[in-house]
């Protein structure tokens, strides 16, 4: 199974961009998807996950309110939708599936991730 992240780019603060995660197969569209973010000299940190059969969703505290995560209908392709960037959103983002365990927080409970997406906000 692989995951395909994509949608980064250069943007200024308060500006928006989405991004995607491709799953090559329907392996996670009864499970849970999930994005990271890693910024330069900083551990990974969870940004949002999402359930692919209900959708339902959860968000670390920093980006609530101003990141939304979604799927298709699908359940192949997983989306997160930034708006009201800050420089702090600075960071190369990743995708994450294969959940296992609790703590959706933690990266070490993921079994597969995409290649990553560098996502740059300038102030």
């Known amino acids: 199974v692989q995951l395909q992240a994509s949608g980064g780019g250069l943007v200024q603060a308060g500006g928006s961009l989405r991004l995607s995660c491709a799953a090559s197969?329907?392996?996670?569209?009864?499970?849970?998807m999930s994005w990271f973010r890693q910024a330069p000299g900083k551990e990974r940190e969870f940004v949002s996950m999402?359930?692919?059969?209900?959708?339902?969703?959860i968000y670390a505290d920093s980006v609530k309110g101003r990141f939304a995560i979604s799927r298709d209908n699908a359940k192949t392709t997983m989306y997160l939708q930034m708006n009201a960037l800050e420089p702090a959103d600075t960071a190369v983002y990743y995708c994450?599936?294969?959940?296992?365990?609790?703590?959706?927080?933690?990266?070490?409970?993921?079994?597969?991730w995409g290649q990553g997406t560098l996502v740059t906000v300038s102030s």
């Open positions: 197969k329907r392996t996670f569209s009864n499970s849970a």
């Open positions: 994450a599936a294969g959940f296992v365990g609790e703590g959706p927080n933690n990266a070490t409970r993921y079994t597969y």
């Open positions: 999402i359930w692919m059969s209900s959708g339902n969703s």
